[in-house]
């Protein structure tokens, strides 16, 4: 069974850092795109960052510079390094994958973990 489980998620403060981990396990990954999105409460999901297989990334204009997303595909990880949080980063946090290219619609993904929580206070 393929699952997706999401760590590293906390509270801290504005201006500090946060490296989420994503362990994607039962499946072969190696091809696939892994993507962060976000859900703040009462807002809807909305998209974080994505690494491809090829290491291809992108990213959302709101964490453009201050977030960096990575994978290590020997251990089937993908971690988000988030830095200069702000309180507006807080959110639950899901790691998704999907078996083609990169997308940022949540509808597009296929496989979903359960999501990290990050709080920042300001």
């Known amino acids: 069974q393929e699952l997706l489980v999401e760590s590293g998620g906390g509270l801290v403060h504005a201006g500090d850092s946060l490296r989420l981990s994503c362990a994607a396990s039962?499946?072969?990954?190696?091809?696939?795109?892994i993507a962060w999105f976000r859900q703040a409460p009462g807002k809807e999901r909305e998209f974080v960052s994505a690494?491809?297989?090829?290491?291809?990334?992108t990213y959302a204009d709101s964490v453009q510079g201050r977030f960096t997303v990575s994978r290590d595909g020997a251990k089937n990880l993908v971690y988000l390094q988030m830095g200069s949080l702000k309180p507006e980063d807080t959110a639950l946090y899901y790691c998704a994958a999907r078996a083609m290219t990169i997308s940022r619609l949540a509808q597009h993904y296929d496989l979903w973990g359960q999501g990290t929580q990050v709080t920042v206070s300001s």
């Open positions: 690494i491809k297989w090829n290491n291809i990334t």
């Open positions: 039962g499946g072969t990954f190696d091809r696939s795109t």
